[in-house]
């Protein structure tokens, strides 16, 4: 009895082991590249390639921590405008102070992005500029 189940158990650990795997592959072929690859769309196309992620980076790195905190402070707002949304009773004066506040937060992350770029495409260039370009799309895959 004992001989029978122990093939039994490397034929269930065989075959589970194969589907891990055979999952693992899948899904990096339909989830993972798709998500690299595909960053941005430059005049229309998409842009592949790691190059707009580090065109993103080297713009925004110098002043990663102030983008931390901008991020930080918007969702803040988010959050305070979805809680006023939904607090009951509903008061409609509470939820314009709070999109009031999300959209100041909102104009201070796009400014300090935007003055990120003049600096960087100030000393960048032709190509640099033209891959800057993608950071005024908007991202369409979120």
Known sequence: MMQIRRPLLWLALSVGLNLLLGGVLVGSR????????VLWKIDGSPRHGPGARRIVSEVLGADR?????LRKNVAAARAEA?????????????????????RAETAKSQEAVHRAMARAASS???????????????????
Do not use: C, I, V, W
């Open 82 to 102: 979805r809680a006023a949304l939904e607090r009951e009773p509903y008061d409609p004066a509470a939820f314009e102070r709070a999109l009031t506040r999300l």
């Open 65 to 69: 921590e102030e983008f931390r905190e």
């Open 124 to 142: 960048a260039n032709p190509e640099h500029r033209r891959q800057l370009t993608h950071m005024l799309e908007r991202h369409k895959s979120r």
């Open 30 to 37: 339909l989830g993972g590249p798709h998500r690299e690859k």
